[in-house]
């Protein structure tokens, strides 16, 4: 009973606030990209859905930020379509999209038809949020049929994080947070360094991600939940090792950009699996990983392709 009251009092709040919002936006065309129009009704659907799946309330405060990540967040998904239908490519899997609603509305704290109930409440049809997780789906499927003969796994490495750790009987696990930013030359990479860091310990970790990162975890404020020393490289590791709770990694140069963590808590667990189930999950985490830059490869030159246009 707690829970849905919590809920409810969350959808009013949203419904007051947004419909304030709503009095000062009229529908007009706001931006086109590539041949798609999109319009300020559009945009306040997509600031709507960023305050629900991260259960927040509308405020003055927050408009500009609300404002620029739902632009972004727009952007990104409209260049990828136009890229799917460039390749007339719909194909996913039924069972990975209700998994992704299913977790959506855990994240919240509620199940999948309280989620849907507070989608109505908010007049969204429920059907936007499912399209935009069918157009992630979409697009990871495009991603590993171009990229698929270019998931090359180092084996040697794989037996030797194998070896590492077939005599432990427990293993480290870290509840991390990451922010993904482009990358910038050399001798621009302390000074932007800097600047970032500065700009978390002002604003917060979870706002920072929200609006700079580039990676899909931003829509969460950069979290990845608690992650198994089994499926992170031992660059990674190593510098999760050296990161004391609550402080900031060192920044992890990749091929598509900078990576920063916030160490939020570390524990050892029981290790209650045996070595070829932790190999396979060693092998899939590598192909993730080489996908996930394939992934943002692929966008920054569709997107350098489509001319984006913004209309006052």
């Known amino acids: 009973m707690i829970k849905i009251k ?8 949203l419904l007051i606030s947004i419909e304030k919002a709503n009095t000062e936006i009229t529908d007009a065309l706001f931006m086109t990209i590539g041949n798609k129009p999109i319009t300020k009704s559009d945009l306040v659907d997509e600031i709507k859905i960023i305050l629900i799946l991260n259960n927040e309330s509308y405020s003055d405060e927050k408009r500009e930020k609300l404002h620029e990540s739902a632009v972004r967040s727009t952007i990104k998904r409209t260049v990828k379509t136009i890229e ?19 977790k959506l509305a855990s994240n919240i704290f509620v199940d999948l038809d309280t989620l849907k109930n507070i989608f109505e409440s908010n007049e969204l049809n429920f059907s936007k949020i499912e399209e ?11 991603i590993f049929q171009i990229y698929k003969n270019n ?14 750790i ?4 427990k293993l480290d696990e870290y509840l991390i947070s990451e922010i993904v930013i482009k990358n910038v030359e050399s001798d621009k990479l302390d000074s932007e360094i800097k600047k970032l860091k500065n700009k978390i ?16 975890s931003r829509i969460k404020g950069g979290d990845l939940g608690w992650i198994n020393e089994n499926i992170i490289s031992e660059k990674i590791k190593s510098a999760l ?60 030159k569709v997107l350098r392709s489509i001319s984006i246009k913004f209309f006052e």
Not at 132 to 142: A, G
Not at 291 to 296: G, N, V
């Open 151 to 164: 998931l090359s796994i180092n084996q040697t490495e794989i037996e030797d994080r194998l070896k590492s």
């Open 241 to 300: 090792i050296d990161t004391p709770i609550g402080n900031l990694s060192s920044p992890i140069i990749l091929p598509n950009g900078i990576l920063i963590f916030k160490v939020r808590n570390k524990r050892k667990i029981n290790r209650n699996t045996n070595l070829e189930e932790i190999k396979d999950e060693l092998i899939n985490a590598e192909k993730s990983k080489i996908l996930k830059m394939y992934s943002m490869s692929h966008y920054d």
């Open 6 to 13: 919590k809920i409810l009092f969350l959808v009013l709040f």
């Open 84 to 102: 799917l239908e460039r390749n007339n490519y719909f194909r996913f899997n039924d069972q990975d999209l209700q998994m992704r609603l299913t």
């Open 166 to 169: 077939q005599n432990k009987k």
């Open 201 to 216: 310990e002002n604003e917060g970790f979870e706002n920072v991600a929200k609006e700079l990162s580039i990676s899909e």
């Open 132 to 142: 935009q997780i069918k157009i992630e789906l979409y697009w990871n499927s495009l």
